[in-house]
């Protein structure tokens, strides 16, 4: 990510010192053409950012009203059409009944009842096929264009890698519910999450990069550069930190808040040792709150810092952006924690969670390149 881009006029300001002011008017028209070549590939990964961002909430949905384990089998290639005739559904409920979930979760489940688990995840398969469909036609008609360079064509391979990768680890996750217990490993869905999550912030960053061109711009300073990163770093942990919340249902128990049991930290964390992290509720529970607390003292030291750094046009909506989305965040993790995670809530907390990463990415690009700024930081100092 050390190549950095940026048109000054992109956002109506004159070009700010030192940032391709020897250029010449043939080199400048040049690189408007490339960047306009682009832009299309760009607004298709943004697109493709837009699908991969709901199949997270859609995956959350599914998790929250216990959907998960309602088919099971995977047919990536064959598994387009759902059960249409009443033989069909029948038999699809026939042998959800062979595994644990309807014997020691949903006995007497009738087949009305599996209709409305099934569907979801069915919807919850079918949008990732449709990514996947999404991703591999454009992907092909901007390649017979010759809008694929050499340098992008090793990444969007690798974004239809690790998507093909997902659906892999989606389906060894849901194996996981099918055997003694009715419950997906929390490290499985945590690394599904995780991958999800991966592919997400790689494409949107390229989609920035490839939607700039290739200009020379001026980055911040450093240390609000290495500040933001640092905020990034951190709602990802978080996020990581979620997964393992929603993986043990720990979200269910403390439901109270700011004090666990009566405590600030409670006296239940870690008793057998650092392995709690991963598989106690109180522990898991307590890293998440801790966690999402210093990711906000964090985003508001940055929201605050960055006045010193003069910024104005996108950084400046940007830095507003990240605030608000983190305020309003920790607000609807702490309604959903209090009213015992009701499925609208925490399918809204989930997708926030995602708003706030995709804030802090576009504030740190827009930091990284200059837009502008660093010529009003020199003013400054």
């Avoid at 590939?41 to 216990?66: E, K, N, Q, S």
Wanted: aromatic share 12%; proline share 5%.
């Amino acid at each position: 990510m050390s190549q950095q881009s940026v048109l000054p006029g992109s956002t109506g300001a004159e070009p700010v010192s030192g940032s391709g002011s020897g250029e010449s008017a043939s080199g400048r028209t040049s690189r408007l053409l490339r960047q306009a070549s682009l832009r299309p590939v760009a607004l298709w990964l943004f697109g493709l950012c837009l699908m991969i961002f709901m199949m997270v909430v859609i995956g959350g949905v599914t998790r929250l009203t216990g959907s998960g384990l309602s088919m099971v089998e995977w047919k990536p290639l064959l598994g387009w059409l759902p059960p249409i005739s009443e033989s069909e559904w029948v038999a699809a409920f026939r042998k959800y009944k062979l595994f644990p979930e309807y014997a020691l979760r949903n006995a007497g489940m009738t087949l009305a009842e599996f209709k409305g688990i099934f569907w979801l995840e069915y919807i919850h398969r079918l949008w990732g096929r449709l990514i996947g469909v999404a991703f591999l036609l454009p992907f092909l008609w901007f390649w017979m264009r010759g809008r694929i360079t050499r340098r992008i064509a090793p990444r969007l391979v690798l974004f239809f890698v690790l998507g093909a990768a997902q659906g892999v680890l989606g389906w060894w996750m849901v194996k996981s519910g099918l055997v003694d217990r009715p419950d997906v490993s929390q490290y499985r869905l945590v690394a599904h999450l995780g991958l999800a999550v991966l592919i997400y912030a790689l494409m949107f960053w390229t989609a920035l990069r490839l939607w700039d061109g290739d200009g020379e711009g001026n980055p911040a300073p450093g240390w609000i550069l290495s500040l933001t990163t640092v905020v990034l770093v951190m709602v990802a942990l978080t996020m990581v930190s979620g997964g393992f919340v929603a993986g043990l249902d720990a979200g269910l128990t403390y439901n109270t808040f700011p004090l666990m049991d009566g405590r600030w930290v409670p006296p239940a964390a870690w008793r057998n040792g650092l392995i709690d992290t991963f598989t106690d509720v109180t522990t898991v529970q307590f890293n998440h709150r801790l966690l999402a607390g210093v990711t906000f003292v964090l985003v508001v030291a940055t929201y605050c810092f960055s006045f010193f750094v003069g910024t104005r046009g996108k950084v400046r909506i940007a830095r507003h952006l990240v605030f608000a989305a983190a305020l309003v965040q920790v607000i609807v993790g702490i309604a959903t924690l209090m009213m015992q995670v009701p499925v609208p809530l925490a399918a809204l907390h989930q997708a926030g969670a995602l708003a706030l990463l995709t804030a802090v990415m576009w504030m740190l690009y827009l930091l990284r390149k200059g837009d502008p700024l660093k010529a009003q930081f020199r003013a400054r100092t």
